[in-house]
């Protein structure tokens, strides 16, 4: 399978930028204490910032179009 450098780019970087704004708006801003004991469980909450990491970063690499 030939590797597609410039998708994988694009992703990295997306993921890395919406990663760091995650960390800061639920450690900083809402602290995640407080999202936990909003949601009730700690899996969930971590589960869900998982998939609100992947999903996204996998989307872009789907839809980046290589030359």
Do not use: H, N
């Amino acid at each position: 399978m030939k590797l597609k450098k410039r998708k994988i780019k694009y992703s990295a970087i997306f993921f890395l930028c919406w990663f760091a704004f995650l960390v800061i708006l639920v450690d900083g801003i809402l602290k995640f204490q407080t999202v936990v004991d909003y949601f009730g469980s700690y899996a969930l909450v971590e589960i869900a910032l998982l998939l609100l990491v992947i999903l996204p970063t996998l989307a872009v690499y789907k839809f980046t179009k290589e030359k």
